[in-house]
């Protein structure tokens, strides 16, 4: 029996990113077990159930305890009326209510489906009618700002709410966080019948004999991050989500009991959702679990009280590591900080050289761009955790995984790099898009069978993702991401990438962010326009940045727009909302009116 037999997501192990920077003690090649994400976690509980699992409002967590809470849950959503492929949707911030909801639908074979808690209505009606939940968990500060505006328009059978201090041991107490429980936001829910997750908990716990087809199950839903549209959901098999969680593991350089991991990115992401929470079940850490971003000082004062010798995991995106990087005087004011963010990884954009290096000399930690996308599970690559690892890329595909450039217009022409011993097509002039296989990839788009089809193509035996990223290999096998296609600029007939722009803008000495994007014109059909925000004690004008550009960048890559504004939008986790400043602008607005 071949190798390929026996595993379907074995890798050629002569694939050229194996041979340079392939971090020691990593396996090259990994098999998939198929079990449930439920019975990762009983086999984890096993192992540690003493052990903590949550930190959150200083209360603690163990793993034994949290399993209750779940096989609580899954009783009551069964009593409830709740059955295996029903969707229960989660309205709720990082808090532990969401993990243990998370895993107790999961448990009793239904989906679970995070709902972004910073969604105006309209936005929350939009991905309701996607998923079609038939039972809402939310906080009760925001169902009167959330859903009482729409309540009339959704159908929703139940709701269950909770308030973030429902799982918080109040006895004994610090005064400080006594006084901290008092400032939490409440809400009234009175929607007809609503429950109280509270009560809900001292439901006695019994087995859920439910059958599973592990790779053809949803666990989740998770939404696409809509940055060329209205958002889509991904449907993530239980295979799926147990796979990456693996992957990851295998990266951070396998098991870890009591490491930490923080969590601050929101678990609705599909990063925090593998990286943060079933990354740490699968290797045996902690969650220092957070209901909103803490500032850099909150944070550092957590670390240097919370135990943390083991080190800890930080996924974020840039923006996080660089308000790390540049506060002052760390290693005086915050010395149990230094050495303790031993693996960390920036995603969801580019992890610039300048913003690793000022991380790594102020923090003492250890930092790698990875990349991802929700229809992955979301984890694909990063860089080397414990060695030289390269800058400028999104580093190795993980143990599983394959990947390799093919042509932006045209799948079915065959692949122009796929990082064989033999390959030629190396570099930027090869650019094309990138994609994936292994066992993280998504079953397919909720009820979008065309698009389904358009995004995952079967090629030599293998099924195949198109993430919609451009990019190129390098001769050692790692890639760089020039932008997503989608978002290709088409100026004067030249191909213009907005990343590529943004990286050369933010080479001004007094640019501190950058985004950009194309606006139609008859003539061009497309101009370049660029939304910066700079140095607080600079004079530049939108004049003096386009003069500069032309300096500095070849001719047809200069912006023919400059504004110059505040603070660029965006998301929870930090990416710039290219998208958002593009439909502001009062040419696509006019453009787009003209169409309607």
């Not at 099924?463 to 096998?477: A, C, R």
Request: charged share 25%; aromatic share 10%.
């Amino acid at each position: 029996m071949t190798l390929k037999m026996q595993n379907p997501f074995y890798v050629d192990e002569n694939k050229r990113w194996f041979k340079k920077w392939w971090p020691d003690g990593v396996t090259l090649n990994a098999t998939f077990e198929e079990k449930t994400i439920n019975e990762v976690l009983d086999e984890q509980v096993e192992k540690y159930a003493k052990d903590n699992f949550i930190w959150f409002l200083d209360t603690w967590i163990t793993y034994k305890r949290f399993q209750e809470y779940v096989k609580s849950i899954a009783s009551a959503l069964t009593n409830l009326g709740i059955k295996k492929g029903d969707v229960v949707a989660l309205l709720l911030p990082n808090c532990p209510q969401y993990i243990v909801s998370y895993y107790a639908i999961t448990r009793i074979g239904a989906i679970a489906n995070g709902i972004n808690p910073t969604y105006q209505p309209v936005e929350v009606h939009h991905q309701i009618d996607i998923t079609k939940p038939k039972m809402l968990i939310i906080l009760d500060a925001l169902y009167e700002s959330s859903i009482k505006p729409i309540i009339k328009e959704i159908k929703i059978d139940k709701v269950i709410y909770t308030n973030l201090t429902d799982l918080i041991e109040i006895t004994g107490v610090k005064k400080a966080i006594g006084k901290f429980v008092k400032k939490i936001p409440t809400g009234k829910v009175d929607f007809p019948g609503a429950l109280k997750y509270k009560e809900l908990l001292k439901t006695k716990p019994e087995d859920q004999n439910v059958i599973i087809d592990v790779k053809e199950h949803p666990a989740t839903y998770i939404m696409t991050g809509g940055t060329t549209g209205l958002p889509k959901a991904a449907v993530l098999s239980h295979f799926n989500v147990v796979s990456n969680a693996k992957q990851c593991k295998l990266w951070l350089g396998g098991e870890k009991p009591g490491i930490g991991n923080i969590g601050i990115l929101p678990l609705f992401h599909s990063f925090a959702h593998t990286v943060v929470m079933n990354t740490t079940l699968t290797i045996g850490g902690w969650i220092m679990l957070f209901p909103t971003p803490p500032s850099q000082v909150e944070l550092c004062e957590q670390i240097e009280r919370l135990p943390c010798k083991e080190g800890l995991i930080y996924a974020g995106t840039e923006i996080l590591f660089k308000n790390l990087a540049e506060l002052k005087n760390l290693n005086r004011r915050f010395p149990g900080v230094m050495g303790k963010l031993t693996l960390c990884i920036s995603s969801a954009g580019p992890l610039h050289k300048k913003v690793r290096d000022a991380f790594v000399n102020n923090t003492g930690g250890r930092i790698v761009e990875g990349y991802g996308l929700s229809e992955a599970s979301p984890a694909v690559s990063a860089g080397n955790l414990f060695g030289e690892s390269p800058v400028g890329c999104i580093g190795m595909p993980f143990p599983g995984t394959e990947w390799g450039i093919w042509s932006a217009n045209d799948f079915n022409k065959g692949p122009i790099c796929k990082g064989d011993p033999n390959d030629k097509n190396f570099g930027i002039e090869f650019s094309g898009e990138i994609c994936i296989t292994g066992p993280q990839i998504m079953l397919e788009y909720l009820n979008e069978l065309e698009e389904t089809a358009n995004t995952i193509i079967e090629y030599e035996d293998k099924l195949w993702l198109l993430t919609g990223d451009i990019g190129f290999m390098n001769e050692d096998g790692t890639i760089v991401i020039r932008d997503r296609k989608k978002q290709l600029i088409k100026c004067k007939g030249y191909s213009v990438f907005p990343k590529e722009i943004e990286e050369l803008l933010l080479k001004h000495p007094d640019i501190t962010d950058a985004a950009v994007a194309g606006l139609p014109d008859e003539e061009y059909g497309e101009i370049i326009k660029a939304w910066v925000s700079i140095n607080e004690d600079c004079d530049c004008s939108p004049q003096n940045i386009k003069e500069w550009a032309k300096n500095n960048m070849a001719h047809y890559k200069v912006p023919h727009k400059v504004a110059i504004i505040g603070e660029l939008p965006k998301n929870l986790i930090g990416k710039v909302q290219r998208r958002v400043l593009q439909e502001r602008d009062p040419i696509w607005k006019e453009k787009h009116t003209k169409k309607e």
